[in-house]
């Protein structure tokens, strides 16, 4: 239940948030940041963040998790490829993407009800047989998704590979590198994923095992629906998105300036560049087959082997502790700060404590002067009336 | 017809009739206690149903003020007994006579000595605030606006927590203190104008350099009841010490008395000073908006983080008013009415939980969505209006305070959005401390799930909260007349006094 809405919500907010950076560079100018520099900002980061998430994914064991930055790294390639200009193409791959990554996730919902609610890889595997229909569904999902041929993905990914390619920028030639690498390792933790979900044998207990079975129809149509998107998006909207009915399909509702050719140049890319992603996809299912099928300790020694580096992925890039050391413990402490030096012993201490301890000491030492001796009273009278004529012949002493 | 009615004097002074009964119960204190809470309800609620007059005879087209009545009162000498309503204290009539009887309610089970006087303090205090934003003569909204402290002072004072004595003093040294200033700038305007009616003040025109100090002497006044940064460190206090009824009305209502003020009196009667001091007013607002949402953030007390969210939120409304600009005025008078029933609300919601567990540190919480699915529900709800949702009543306030402040200039429109940010970042994290995670002990495990009582207060603010979010229009509708009059007043009294040099 909760994965659909997920999908849903996932899907919908993708694409609010990236009609925002598909419409703005073009028309950004502040001083801050001149347009150039804004698109080549948004290419760095999106190549960044496909790598970025691929790595991170390529370690986790919550299959949602694993889906979910599979996501953040196809939304890297959508940022790159507006970057580069090639809007059309990002917008293209939102929308193949929104077919197979729903699949994925309605899918890794059909796995994780089979298993009575369980999401970590580590506990799945052997099912296959059982779950027989999620399990082509699931395989739709990541053909789709790695990109090969004749699946929606292949086409709209390689267009945004192509885009960055025919950019002829700097930026746009690191993002083609990054894509082609990240395009390796979605390859490799998607097999990953099929493998460790589905083969091998039972981790599970027995008891979970007995209970595994196909999910109602009411979970498979929609599986179904969504696979036949994840296969045909791309064929059917090729032309319409990025191909010759381009011009006519977007009219005016997206602007590329002239200087920026790469969509236009995308289509004449030489050879190897078309050939390089799928060559990469296909050798990343070689090597997740490698690793979890065939040699299956290998993983486990790598990670050992590598362990600085597996904990820099397997924990995201401590971003999350990063951001907890730059934004959310300075907030605390300056908002505590604020509050005790602040409020408590600035504001207060000096006003209303202040003061009403003020007016305490005060009235207490003119307190002390009421002794109750006459004479006391009667002497500082006698003081008061010598002032007093002292000051009246001063005053009006000449008179 | 019901428009013969002296139907302002009615609604002002109808709880002051429950209050007679109330003195008139005899019996044991079971019996007494019973009557007292029935006697309150009934009459609050009544107080309600007859306001409901003002909104369906309202006319939001017509310029100036409706429902008048004047009598003498001290003939001869230019004070009398006036009131009246336009577009900008009409709202808040409503919302104090709708947000008593909730706040009686709220007080049901939660109050359980004394209870007679306690319910007697309310009452009065209704009277008095109502009396206060009907008031067309400055004297009789001086006496209310004062009035309004001593029912406060002793609800804080006797029915309060821990420290209440502390924070009813702070209470009312603080208001006071302005007070006594906002005084004599009254007194100066009745001998420089013969006369303490409203109406005939706002058309005075007061030299510049008296408006200035006159100017600083009201916000000596209002500042403290917003309140403004630095004058703000009561209210965490009375928050905190207050019973949750209290902290209902002094967040709900007591607070919009100082933006009121400033619409009703800085506004339009000194528009050259409002003018002048408005960069003033902006620098405290923001280090009000940024430095209370930070302070929030810090708290361990949920009250206090709601308390120090209030003063973030009332930071808005300050900048709002002092654009001068329709959308930045038309905003802050939203977000009031908004925070006066979001914040009502949360203070509610700390309340549900308080009578169950007694305690108020966040700590102590987690895991209560678990066990208390719909109190769950409506506290998100109040805490996603708080940080201004769209579809909410608090993203109107906002969204239109930031557009009068993009106007006046965008560096205040860029520092008040921090707030936005920050407010978020505490709301969405007390919720989460307190209602998600673990259930932290067998304590919050036994928590009962909220009974019928508690929906019933629970219920029409958030059908109202959402309706003004929806159609903010049935709002903006009745109070947009009357701002473009105090908004002209500023300009015309502005031409007026340079043209006199």
Redesign the interface.
């Known amino acids: 239940m909760e994965a659909v809405f997920l999908a849903l919500v996932l899907m919908l907010s993708i694409f609010l948030g990236f009609e925002l950076i598909s419409k703005v560079p073009a028309t950004l100018h502040t001083p801050l940041m001149s347009g150039a520099n804004a698109i080549s900002g948004i290419t760095i980061v999106g190549a960044l963040t496909a790598i970025f998430a691929a790595t991170v994914g390529m370690t986790q064991f919550d299959i949602k998790r694993v889906i979910a930055y599979s996501t953040c790294s196809q939304l890297g390639y959508m940022f790159f490829a507006a970057g580069v200009s090639a809007y059309p193409a990002a917008m293209f791959h939102l929308t193949t993407h929104a077919f197979f990554k729903a699949l994925l996730f309605l899918g890794a919902g059909s796995v994780i009800h089979a298993l009575s609610d369980e999401q970590d890889l580590r506990n799945m595997g052997g099912i296959w047989k059982k779950i027989p229909f999620t399990y082509a569904m699931m395989w739709i999902g990541s053909l789709a998704l790695a990109g090969f041929p004749f699946f929606a993905g292949f086409y709209s990914k390689d267009m945004i590979l192509e885009a960055a390619f025919a950019a002829h920028t700097p930026v746009g030639n690191l993002a083609f590198w990054l894509g082609c690498a990240a395009a390796f390792l979605t390859a490799f933790y998607s097999w990953r994923l099929l493998i460790m979900a589905f083969h091998g044998k039972p981790r599970a207990s027995a008891e979970v095992m007995s209970h595994v079975h196909e999910s109602p129809l009411v979970m498979t149509i929609p599986l179904f629906v969504l696979s036949v998107g994840a296969i045909f998006s791309g064929w059917l909207g090729y032309e319409l998105f990025v191909g010759h009915d381009m011009a006519r399909f977007w009219g005016d509702s997206i602007l590329i300036l002239p200087e920026h050719t790469a969509m236009e140049n995308a289509h004449h890319v030489p050879k190897w560049v078309k050939l390089l992603p799928i060559v990469l996809a296909a050798s990343g299912v070689l090597l997740a087959v490698l690793c979890y099928a065939v040699w299956t300790g290998i993983p486990a020694k790598t990670a050992r082997a590598l362990s600085p580096v597996h904990a820099f992925f397997f924990n995201k890039w401590y971003f999350d502790e990063l951001y907890d050391i730059i934004f959310v413990r300075p ?6 700060f ?2 005790q030096r ?3 012993d600035t ?2 201490g000096f ?2 404590d202040g003061l ?1 301890g003020l007016v305490v000491r005060v009235s207490a030492a003119a307190s002390r002067l009421q002794s109750g001796f006459v004479f006391h009273y009667a002497f500082a009278m006698l003081i008061g009336v010598v002032v007093l004529v002292t000051w009246y012949y001063l005053r009006f002493g000449g008179m | 017809m019901i428009s013969n009615w002296p139907i302002l004097t009615i609604i002002t002074f109808l709880p002051m009739i429950g209050v007679a009964f109330l003195l008139m119960i005899r019996g044991d204190e079971e019996v007494v206690a019973r009557n007292a809470r029935n006697v309150a309800l009934w009459v609050s609620g009544f107080t309600f149903v007859i306001s409901l007059a003002l909104v369906l005879n309202f006319d939001s087209q017509a310029i100036g003020y409706q429902f008048e009545e004047r009598a003498e009162w001290l003939p001869g000498s230019g004070i009398s007994y006036h009131l009246g309503v336009d577009g900008i204290s009409m709202p808040f009539i409503l919302l104090s006579t709708f947000l008593s009887p909730l706040a009686i309610l709220a007080s049901w089970k939660a109050i359980t000595h004394r209870v007679r006087e306690y319910m007697i303090a309310f009452l009065v205090l209704e009277t008095m605030m109502v009396g206060m934003f009907a008031s067309l003569d400055m004297l009789m909204f001086y006496l209310f606006f004062e009035g309004v402290l001593i029912p406060m002072f002793i609800i804080i004072g006797v029915w309060g927590g821990k420290r209440r004595v502390y924070a009813a ?2 209470f009312f ?2 208001t006071l203190l302005g007070s006594v200033l906002m005084l004599v700038c009254m007194l100066a305007m009745y001998i420089d104008a013969g006369t303490t009616d409203i109406p005939m003040l706002t058309a005075h025109g007061f030299a510049a350099t008296m408006q200035t100090w006159l100017f600083l002497g009201f916000l000596a006044s209002f500042a403290v009841k917003v309140p403004m940064w ?2 703000h ?2 209210l ?1 206090d009375a928050h905190v010490e207050a019973p949750t009824a209290g902290s209902m009305i002094l967040a709900g209502v007591l607070l919009k008395m100082g933006g009121y003020g400033f619409i009703r009196f800085s506004l339009p009667m000194f528009p050259l000073a409002s003018e002048f001091f408005a960069p003033l007013i902006f620098a405290l607002s923001i280090v009000a908006v940024i ?1 209370t949402s ?6 361990s007390d949920m009250k206090k983080l709601i308390a120090y969210s209030s003063v973030a939120h009332m930071g808005f409304v300050t900048i709002g008013i002092f654009t001068l600009t329709e959308q930045g005025v038309a905003g802050a008078m939203f977000q009031m009415i908004s925070h006066g029933l979001v914040s009502a609300a949360l203070f509610f919601c700390v309340g549900v939980v308080y009578d169950r567990l007694h305690t108020r540190e966040i700590s102590a919480y987690g895991g209560v969505a678990a066990v208390m699915p719909r109190y769950a529900v409506f506290f998100m709800f109040m805490m996603l209006a708080s940080v201004g949702l769209p579809g909410t009543s608090g993203f109107v306030g906002e969204m239109l305070v930031l557009v009068g402040a993009w106007k006046a200039s965008s560096w205040v429109a860029l520092f008040t959005a921090t707030g936005l940010v ?1 407010g978020a ?1 505490y709301m969405l994290w007390l919720y989460r401390r307190v209602m998600f995670g673990k259930i932290v002990s067998a304590e919050v495990e036994a928590m009962e799930p909220i009974g019928r009582r508690e929906v019933m207060i629970f219920v029409p603010l958030t059908v109202l909260v959402l309706w003004f979010g929806v159609y903010p229009a049935s709002l903006l509708d009745v109070m947009a007349g009357s701002i473009q009059v105090v908004l002209d007043s500023v300009a015309a009294g502005g031409a007026f006094v340079i043209a006199g040099r």
Do not use: C, H, M, N
């Open positions: 907030a605390v402490r300056i908002g505590a604020l509050w602040g409020d408590r504001i207060d006003g209303p009403s | 003093f702070k040294l603080y630095p004058v460190t009561w965490p430095y930070l302070v929030a953030l810090a708290q920050l970042t």
